[in-house]
Structure formats: C-alpha cells, structure tokens
C-alpha cells in the first residue's frame, strides 16, 4: 500500500507495503500509480521506500516472487520509474497477456476508443463469458470513461485525461474493472455550474445522487453512473464510486455512501461476474439492443 509520510514543502515521501500472503490486484496498484504520477506532474519530490521480503527481490538479478513479476509486468514499477535502481526490475521477462488484462494505462480523447476496444477484447474472446455482460461491459465502461473526458476538468485549457486497469480470472468467474481520474470529482462536476439544480448537495449527497437516473451536471444525460449500477447490481457484483472523502459502495444489491481518505478526483471500480446474466432490458428500455452496437468490435461475429 502507499503510506505518505511528512515531507519538506514541494516534496512528498511515500512506502510501498506488501502484505505477504495477500493476492495482488491490478486496480490496487492503479490508485498508487495514479497518485503518484499525479503527484509527479505537480511538481512534486517523490521518494518511494520498499521494505520487507518482497522489497529484498527486487535486488535479485531474478525476480521470483510472482506478485512482483505480475506488477512489473502490467507496468506498475515503469510508471512510478523504479526501474534503474533496481536490478531484478530491470530484467523482469514480459510474457504475453492472453487476452486476460491490459496493462495500467492511461487514456485522453486522442486514444479512448483504442484503449476502450482492447478491454473490451478482454472480455469478448472468452466464449465463457455471459453475452449480456460483455454488452453492458461495453457499455458501462465507455460511459464511465466519458465521463472523466467530459466532467473531469475544472478548466478549459486543461487536457482531461484517465487510467485504467481490466482482467479477466477465469477461475473466480469475474472481470475486475477501475477507471480512476484526479479531476475535480463528482461534487464538484454536479454543483459548480451556477444553475445547477444539484448546487446545494453536500459531497456525501452526491454520491448517492450520482447513481440515480437522470442526474447531471448537464453535459449529459444522467444514465451512465445508473445503468452502471443497475448492472451490479443484477450481476451480483460490486460497484465501488470514490471521490473526495466519501465513496459509494454496492455489496449484495445494497448501496451505501461512506467517508473515508481523500482522493483527488474519482475512482470507480467493477467486479462483475461473468456466469450470472442481465436482463438488461429492464432497466435500459425494451428497444434497447446493446449487441448492435458493439457488434463491430467483437471478433468473429459473436
């Protein structure tokens, strides 16, 4: 995890901890990156400490501690520069992915679509993935991605941008998903126009606010963050919302806003299962058919 420490103004100081016996996930690794490439592009002094066991490896001329062949290999240690003091980083093999995950990665408007169609193949070339959740995959994960090109900046002049992480584990039947941003976060995107109707919900309201159908900033329609969790939540999966001090959490069909540390910007995280249908229709609309639109990108016609 990432621990900030105090630090001389302009600098901050930061340890990576791993737990020994804990499995490793890409969205996990995508928050530390993104703070701390945010962090980097303000100006800010990074210095990184490892500790423990698996901080021992990475002076090894071989790595073989799975969990940090498996961070290296989706490009966690590249993004936060590790590499040259590090030996065993430098000669971490990179073996093919498999059509299973994506490397962190970031994305602006420029390449959206491009990232957006490789998650997507994450999912679509597995024929044990269920039909209507690769749809509403699709679906969902364009949305949120718009929305952090769209609401996320608190300028003009300032160029949106968003990373991401996506994997597929075949054996726990599940796709765990996270776009993450460091914006001006949901708060804020609802109630800074002047005319907003949202202008006097407190950052925990928003949260529950932003999930609801119809609700906007109005730079769109509302229904993204809605049909996201409708999704979850007749998946049986999980939706989590992080923005500011408060998040949203969707476990076993309840949502529920609480406070927690502060993220600059919005997280919104996925773990759907891939072997319990949707009936999406009954919350999309009956006229809805979400194949027709992402048919182009499937391979094979499926």
């Not at 000669?91 to 169609?117: A, H, M, Q, S, W």
């Not at 991605?145 to 996320?152: F, G, I, P, Q, R």
């Amino acid at each position: 995890m990432l621990k900030e420490a105090k630090a001389e103004p302009g600098s901050a100081e930061a340890g990576l901890f791993y737990p020994v016996n804990s499995m490793l996930y890409a969205d996990q690794l995508l928050i530390i990156a993104t703070a701390v490439r945010k962090l980097r592009d303000r100006g800010c002094l990074m210095r990184i400490e490892t500790r423990g066991y698996l901080s021992e490896q990475f002076f090894q001329k071989e790595i073989t501690d799975g969990r940090i062949r498996y961070a290296g290999r989706i490009d966690f240690f590249r993004l936060l520069e590790l590499g040259p003091q590090f030996p065993g980083l430098e000669n971490l093999t990179r073996r093919p992915g498999k059509d299973r995950f994506i490397e962190l990665t970031r994305f602006d408007k420029d390449n959206y679509f491009e990232v957006g169609t490789r998650i997507i193949r994450i999912v679509a070339t597995h024929a044990r993935v269920d039909k209507a959740v690769q749809y509403m995959l699709d679906f969902c994960l364009f949305e949120i991605m718009d929305n952090v090109l769209t609401h996320a900046v608190y300028a003009e002049q300032v160029r949106a941008e968003g990373w991401c992480s996506a994997q597929y584990f075949p054996a726990l039947k599940s796709v765990r998903l996270m776009i993450a941003d460091t914006g001006i976060g949901i708060h804020r995107a609802l109630t800074r126009h002047p005319d907003s109707k949202y202008r006097q919900l407190s950052a925990s309201q928003a949260l529950r606010q932003c999930v609801e159908k119809g609700v906007t900033n109005g730079k769109g329609q509302g229904f993204g963050l809605y049909a996201t969790r409708q999704f979850a939540m007749h998946n049986k999966g999980e939706l989590l919302i992080y923005s500011a001090e408060h998040y949203g959490i969707l476990r076993q069909g309840q949502y529920r806003v609480c406070k927690g540390a502060y993220w600059q910007g919005t997280l919104v995280f996925l773990n759907i299962r891939t072997d319990i249908t949707v009936d999406y229709k009954s919350f999309m609309g009956e006229n809805e058919c979400l194949a027709d639109d992402f048919n182009f990108i499937y391979p094979d016609g499926r």
